[in-house]
């Protein structure tokens, strides 16, 4: 069984930065992809980037180059370093791994299983 816990979410002000950290136990990082999700209050749970060794990182449209996703397998530890925050970007931000990648790209967590999260507020 994974256990994931993240941490490093705070209340930051727009246009500020916060790096997030989901340390692993339980799989090897370097076998699989890892990814972000995040969760706004009132709306669905939303993928936010993934990273593989394979195929590299992929981030989802409204990132717009603000976030990198990185990842320490020595530590089995997946980052999400966040710059230029916005208003929007407040959510529960959560790491899940491993993911499956279809024929289309898409990844999908091979297990439904969340760790605590951790809250980001951006506002002023």
């Known amino acids: 069984q994974v256990q994931l816990v993240e941490s490093g979410g705070a209340l930051a002000q727009p246009g500020g930065s916060l790096r997030l950290s989901c340390e692993g136990s339980g799989s090897d990082f370097r076998l699989y992809a890892m990814g972000w999700y995040r969760r706004v209050a009132g709306k669905e749970r939303e993928l936010v980037a993934v990273i593989s060794n394979r195929f590299g990182a992929k981030y989802e449209n409204f990132v717009s180059g603000r976030f990198a996703i990185s990842k320490d397998d020595s530590k089995n530890t997946v980052y999400l370093q966040m710059d230029n925050l916005e208003p929007e970007d407040t959510a529960v931000y959560y790491c899940?791994?491993?993911?499956?990648?279809?024929?289309?790209?898409?990844?999908?967590?091979?297990?439904?299983?969340w760790g605590p999260g951790t809250q980001v507020t951006v506002s002023s």
């Open positions: 899940n791994g491993p993911l499956i990648r279809d024929s289309g790209g898409d990844y999908y967590p091979l297990y439904d299983h």
